[in-house]
Structures are given as C-alpha cells and as structure tokens.
Nanobody, 120 residues
Framework: QLPLVESGGGLAQPGGSLRLSCTAS????????IGWFRQAPGKEREEVAC????????KYSNAAKGRFTISRDIARRTVYLEMSNLRPEDAAVYFC?????????????WGQGTQVTVSS
C-alpha cells in the first residue's frame, strides 16, 4: 500500500476550481507535515502549500496565496488542496509529500502525483 495517494486532478477551465486530495496510510499521520508540490514540464518541482502536523498553521507560495487553500482531516487521514481561480500556469503534476514534524523538513514520503490541466 502506497503511503500517499493523490486524487482529484483533471481538466479545469481558466478561472475554475479543483479540489485535490491526499490520503495517507502506513505511518502516524498526525506527526507529519503535508505539503503539496507541483511540477510542470521543463520546470523544477515547487512547493505550493504546506500544513503543519497539528494544523491549522499553513504556508503558501506567492503563486498560491489567495487562490489555494490547504486543509487536513485527521480522522480521514487526508489533506486537501482547494484551488480556485485557476490559471493556465497552474497546469502541472501535483504531488503531496509528508515531512516529519514540520513543514520544510526533509520529505519522508511522496505520492505518485495527479495531473492538473487548465485550458479552455
């Protein structure tokens, strides 16, 4: 069983919304910060949002601020990334990652990614 599984990617129109989910298994979810990263073709992977283990402390990249919201449901072992007002430049493969204890620490687990396409 994979430690992190993403879902919810797909096609959205510019200005539209998507909600990504990242479901964890096999480790103590409450002890890990969960980040969302993205990687577009020819570009480096970048972190767009992170939520600390206990919540609700969150961090966002400049590109994500005001448009993306990260949240976690400990009972469901799931972290969500609500994306609104999507732009073509948001198109990428989105990955979630678990880092022990705090955002910014080394990543212990990666998901396999989910594709987000933004196009009219």
């Amino acid at each position: 069983q994979l430690p992190l599984v993403e879902s919810g990617g797909g096609l959205a129109q510019p200005g539209g919304s998507l909600r990504l989910s990242c479901t964890a298994s096999g480790f103590t979810f409450a002890d890990y910060a969960i980040g969302w990263f993205r990687q577009a073709p020819g570009k480096e992977r970048e972190e767009v949002a992170c939520i600390e283990p206990g919540g609700p402390s969150t961090k966002y990249s400049n590109a994500a601020k005001g448009r993306f919201t990260i949240s976690r449901d400990i009972a469901r072992r799931t972290v969500y990334l609500e994306m609104s007002n999507l732009r073509p430049e948001d198109a990428a493969v989105y990955f979630c990652a678990a880092s022990f204890y705090y955002c910014g620490s080394s990543v212990n687990y990666w998901g396999q990614g989910t594709q987000v396409t933004v196009s009219s």
